[in-house]
């Protein structure tokens, strides 16, 4: 099944992105090659980018904070594990600590490495990290790659705080959704939201096999999905199908 997910806000869409972007460096960070190194240093100035926002620092903290007091109020309830219960709010605890006490904006310390905001300022330029425009990066890209990867986890370190705050609020977001089987009509499926609850997120899954792509929109009212196929032309074209797939909404 692919999964796919939309944000209702755009807190979460940032949550999100944050997430596919530590994702990448996770996956870049254990490999040998310069070009692997390259990009992982590349998402490293992107995670900066998406953090650069004045208010996401205080709004993960609140999040945080709303979700303690959401799992502190289960203290108690017989049909609740307390071991399991406890071991979230420490995981809520620590990550609150260690984004708390981190003095600025994540990678903050980083601005002051002249030789990084070098390589970071020429990376937006299409081919700008060339030997002739960066010499020294060229040689740092030439090194051992054990050396390598330890100057790129010295650097990720400071990202680590918001990396696993966003992290464990988007895990518990997701583990709030209940999966339902739904249904197309003529490839296209709309919900009417129950009031009283905000959700945050949809979560939907869909065979691969029926080579269907699903266009999903949504505000506080009414969830839309619209399935269409990429055909030969090139081009993304209705479908007309009744399709089932799975849906959740997490709040």
């Not at 990720?156 to 992290?167: E, F, G, H, R, Y």
């Not at 969830?223 to 993304?236: F, I, P, Q, Y």
Request: proline share 5%; aromatic share 8%.
């Amino acid at each position: 099944m692919i999964l796919y997910e939309y944000p209702f806000n755009e807190r979460i869409r940032t949550y999100l992105r944050l997430e596919h972007l530590i994702g990448r460096l996770g996956q870049l960070l254990p490999r040998d090659s310069a070009l692997d190194h390259h990009y992982a240093l590349i998402a490293i100035f992107e995670v900066m980018d998406v953090t650069s926002r004045a208010d996401l620092k205080s709004d993960v903290l609140k999040d945080l904070e709303r979700q303690k007091a959401h799992f502190a109020a289960f203290r108690g309830n017989p049909a609740i594990s307390e071991a399991s219960l406890e071991a979230v709010l420490s995981r809520l605890e620590y990550a609150f600590a260690q984004l708390s006490g981190q003095m600025g904006k994540p990678g903050h310390d980083l601005q002051d490495n002249e030789w990084l905001m070098s390589i970071r300022s020429r990376a937006v330029i299409p081919g700008g990290t060339c030997e002739f425009d960066l010499p020294a990066y060229h040689a740092w890209q030439q090194g051992q790659a054990a050396s390598r990867r330890a100057d790129l986890n010295q650097w990720a370190s400071s990202l680590a705080p918001m990396a696993n705050a966003v992290t464990l609020l988007l895990q518990l977001l997701r583990d709030s959704g209940q999966p339902q089987k739904v249904m197309t009509r003529n490839g296209h499926f709309q919900q009417t939201l129950p009031q009283g609850r905000t959700f945050q997120l949809l979560r939907l899954r869909i065979d691969p096999s029926m080579h269907l792509i699903p266009e999903i929109s949504g505000n506080r009212l009414m969830v839309s999905v619209r399935l269409v196929r990429h055909e030969a032309d090139g081009k993304l074209h209705p479908a007309r199908e009744d399709v089932p797939f799975e849906l959740a909404l997490c709040a």
